[in-house]
């Protein structure tokens, strides 16, 4: 092919222009949200010898791995991811043996152990509820046919079957067994799960030194341009790039606007993805008002409030605290009603499990509410029924200069602090490759 002299100073115009906003970036790359996917990939940009300023909009890094610290001295919980799951090929693993971090290796106690109405469940009981995972399970492995949702699944077995699967979609995917895609449960990773005395302090710690913008909400990424101007209440930043790691929930609402929209293919990814409402209560106990009997070694109960599928853990790694945790519409409605009503309900819950008694021991308490607030929007991702391929979709790139990122683009990773990790390095691997590398 041979250039003409038009198409010389189209070429010329072009490079002027693209020196011109490489004189004017701010960085070669804006990473946007500093949880375990942004941190990763900025870590991977530095790395690479490019230039990179991660923006985050609340007052510290680590996103949904967060290790509440409200209750005090010797009372922290992780609000937000605690297990290093499917460890065996999860990086963090590795992360966590080095740092020295007290993991449930360590921990004394059995579990779980099954309360029904402050009783322990009979061994009749017990088994009928393992049959009924089981026979969830079983369906859930490789379903055939086209994708439906967990709800589908399982419509045509008996009670206990149904029953399981609610449990099972609230209390690991957050979410209403109708609302979830029974493919995308089945692609998820599965293997030895690590409990983390402190997963979000750790995200933190390692990821200490990197050059992060708190308290700096994006509100706009503008790509008209050859590269990104990425708007924020303190200024714009200009960059050749940017990788946007904001939950779903946070794309979905559109609090941070694209100028223009994003192209069909990216929105219709995020369109086929959804948050589930997984949310954990910790409560202070004092326990010289209050002494675990029977249960004295049980680190996970569970019981059945009416209208909340939940657990407690009990004296995590032997502190004086009881968490709740729960999922699916019952959490999105305590996150709604606030954290006075939140504490109350959780602190009910727990009276149902062990007695009146335990109430006086409850001094304090902290609601993790995920689902309203505005950076996270909720627990973590979900494919909609017959959305499967939207997850993989989040990684086309929107005109080789914005690239999505986040436990939400994980695959089989997705919902994971390692997964986040895994496809930030996978988004700073394409940067780096379109910047040259
Ligand atoms: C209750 C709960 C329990 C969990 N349990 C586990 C577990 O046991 N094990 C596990 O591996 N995972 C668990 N997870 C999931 C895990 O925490 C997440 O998958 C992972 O931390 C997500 O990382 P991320 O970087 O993709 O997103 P995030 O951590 O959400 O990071 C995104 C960042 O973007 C910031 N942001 C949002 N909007 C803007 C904006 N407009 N401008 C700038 N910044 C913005 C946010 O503040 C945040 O810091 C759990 C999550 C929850 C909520």
């Not at 106690?109 to 009924?132: K, N, Y």
């Not at 986040?420 to 040259?436: F, N, Q, S, W």
Request: proline share 5%; net charge neutral.
């Amino acid at each position: 092919m041979t250039l003409s002299r038009r198409s010389l100073l189209a070429g010329a115009a072009i490079l002027a222009a693209s020196s011109r906003a490489r004189a004017a970036a701010d960085a070669d790359v804006a990473v946007i949200g500093a949880g375990a996917a942004g941190l990763a990939a900025a870590a991977a940009i530095r790395h690479g010898g490019h230039s990179v300023v991660v923006l985050e909009a609340r007052g510290r890094i680590g996103g949904r791995a967060f290790t509440e610290t409200a209750l005090g001295p010797g009372r922290s919980f992780d609000a937000g991811g605690q297990y290093v799951h499917w460890a065996e090929r999860n990086p963090w693993r590795e992360i966590v043996r080095a740092a020295g971090v007290r993991t449930s290796d360590d921990a004394t106690g059995s579990w779980p152990v099954l309360v029904r109405d402050g009783v322990r469940a009979s061994e009749a009981e017990r088994r009928q509820r393992r049959s009924g995972f089981g026979r969830v399970s079983a369906l859930l492995d490789h379903p055939a046919g086209p994708d439906r949702s967990v709800a589908q699944a399982v419509a045509g077995e008996d009670e206990a079957a149904r029953a399981a699967a609610t449990g099972l979609t609230r209390l690991t995917l957050g979410e209403e067994p109708d609302r979830v895609s029974a493919a995308d449960y089945d692609q998820l990773w599965s293997g030895d799960d690590i409990w983390v005395d402190g997963y979000g302090a750790l995200v933190a710690r390692h990821y200490a030194d990197l050059p992060v913008r708190l308290d700096t909400p994006v509100t706009g990424i503008d790509w008209r341009g050859p590269g990104v101007a990425v708007e924020t209440p303190r200024g714009t930043l200009r960059a050749a790039c940017a990788i946007v790691t904001v939950p779903i929930g946070v794309l979905a609402s559109e609090a941070l606007r694209f100028i223009p929209a994003l192209p069909a293919p990216n929105a219709e990814a995020v369109a086929g993805l959804t948050m589930g409402a997984y949310t954990k209560i910790g409560l202070a106990l004092d326990l010289a008002r209050w002494r675990p009997q029977d249960l004295r070694d049980a680190v996970i109960l569970q019981s059945g409030t009416p209208g909340l599928t939940a657990y407690l853990e009990m004296q995590p790694f032997g502190k004086p605290l009881a968490v709740l945790h729960c999922g699916g519409d019952g959490a999105r409605a305590l996150c709604e009603a606030g954290e006075r009503a939140a504490l109350a309900a959780a602190t009910d819950h727990l009276v149902s499990v062990f007695g009146a008694e335990i109430r006086a021991a409850v001094t304090a308490g902290r609601l993790a509410p995920w689902w309203t607030d505005p950076f996270s929007r909720g627990s973590y991702s979900l494919a909609r029924p017959g959305h499967l391929a939207a997850r993989e979709a989040l990684h086309l790139p929107v005109a080789e200069r914005i690239f999505l990122a986040g436990e939400a683009a994980a695959g089989g990773a997705a919902m994971t602090v390692g997964g986040a990790t895994l496809d930030g390095e996978r988004a700073a691997r394409d940067v780096l490759k379109r910047l040259g590398s």
